[in-house]
Each structure stands twice: as C-alpha cells, then as structure tokens.
C-alpha cells in the first residue's frame, strides 16, 4: 500500500509534505493510566497557556495550516484544521475524554506537534492511497457523525474514495480495538526541515508502539 500526493496539489502548496507511519501487529485498548495521565496534565498546561496568549501564537501549525486551507480556496473560519479545533476546545476547558489507546496518543500528538494527524484501520483501505483535493460529488461520514462535502477540501482517498482528511476523518475506517494494522498520516508543516521530519515521526511512532506494541516503519511522502 503506497502513498503519494497529487502534482495539483504539490502546485498550490510548494514544500507539502506529509509523514506516513504504518504499525503492524499492534493491540488497541484502554489506555493505560500513563496515558491518560499525561493526557490531562497536558490540556491543563495548555488551557493555561491559552488565558494570556492568542491561540495563533501558541503554536505556529495554527497560522500555518490556517494558510494552506485559504490557498485550497477553504474557510479555515468554517472549516477548522483538526489539531485547532482541538485546542480551541481544551481552551474552553473542554477536554478530551479518552476513546482507547490509539486514538488518545493520536489526539495528544497532534495538540503537542500542533498538526492534524490521522490515524486508520489498514484492513478497512483498499488499494493505494493519495493526497488530493476533493471532487464534486464526493462525500463521507465524518467521525463528527456529519456527512462531509469532500468537495475542493484536501482529502486522503482510497481505492473507494476520501476516507481521511486534516479537517475530519471518516468514521468507517476508523481505528477500534479489533484492530490490528494501522496507519498514520501526520500532516507536516511545509516549512518543516526533513530532518526535523524525521525526528518528529520517530518520535511518534516510538511512543505509539511502547503503549500498543506491534512493530512501526515510516516515511515522508513530498
């Protein structure tokens, strides 16, 4: 299963890039206390923080995926990149509850890196997968239990269509704990040195397989 980014939108986003992380063999459950620990302890830090300083100065990823979304021609206003919509909630005080050990690592990446990251059941993709916009038409159900109007809207798509985006993802390939396989797409920051890229998806896929186990191989797609 490979990935790859349409030439449109390398186009319109100079420097895009996107990291993909694929973990085989792992076991999703409860999180452990750790976790769940850390978790709050860090959406506390954070809702601190945000009382004295604006949101778009808390994290660079903000102003930066704010202006990808208005180069796609995309109300960032309307239409929150996830890890905002994120943080706008732990602002409000808000906090996440847990959902299992995959996604609660997921999620707690992607307030720390400031980047929406997705995370998805490998058995539930067919074929290859891309990075594209939208076509006319073309919808999905979104974990927000909403129909999505993948339309003109950065989507990862299968062999069945959109599935994945940093807006919001589909709820039918959706990571539970009867899975097994998954992947990760980390949406990264154009202005983003490889390097760093790099060191960032070790990072991730490190701390995801302490807690899940399994075996972790990753790349950057640009």
């Known amino acids: 299963m490979k990935l790859s980014i349409a030439p449109a939108l390398l186009e319109k986003i100079p420097g895009f890039k996107v990291g993909i992380i694929t973990y085989e063999n792992i076991i999703v459950g409860a999180s452990p206390q750790m976790i769940k620990g850390r978790l709050q302890l860090y959406q506390e830090s954070v809702a601190i923080d945000l009382e004295t300083s604006p949101l778009t100065e808390f994290r660079k990823g903000i102003t930066e995926w704010r202006s990808i979304f208005k180069q ?99 709820k039918e390939t959706a990571v539970t704990e009867e899975t097994t396989s998954a992947i990760q797409v980390v949406y990264l920051l154009p202005s983003m040195e490889t390097d760093e890229a790099n060191q960032l998806l070790e990072a991730m896929s490190n701390m995801f397989t302490q807690v899940n186990g399994g075996v972790a191989k990753q790349s950057i797609i640009q």
């Open 72 to 170: 796609l021609g995309v109300d960032p206003s309307k239409y929150r990149p996830s890890h905002e919509a994120l943080l706008r909630r732990i602002g409000k005080r808000q906090f996440l509850t847990t959902i299992h050990s995959a996604a609660d690592i997921n999620n707690f990446f992607s307030i720390q890196y400031g980047i929406p990251i997705g995370i998805y059941d490998r058995d539930k993709l067919t074929g290859d997968l891309q990075l594209r916009l939208g076509e006319e038409h073309e919808t999905y159900e979104g974990l927000n239990n909403r129909t999505i109007d993948a339309s003109g809207k950065l989507v990862t798509v299968d062999q069945n269509g959109p599935f994945g985006s940093p807006y919001v993802d589909s």
